[in-house]
């Protein structure tokens, strides 16, 4: 779903935040 895949990009960004 587009909100499934907006969520799956908005949580990577989190992680690479996270990870930085």
Known sequence: ???DQ???V???HTL???VA
């Open 6 to 8: 907006l969520l799956s």
């Open 16 to 18: 690479v935040d996270e």
């Open 10 to 12: 908005f949580v990577d």
């Open 1 to 3: 779903a587009l909100g």
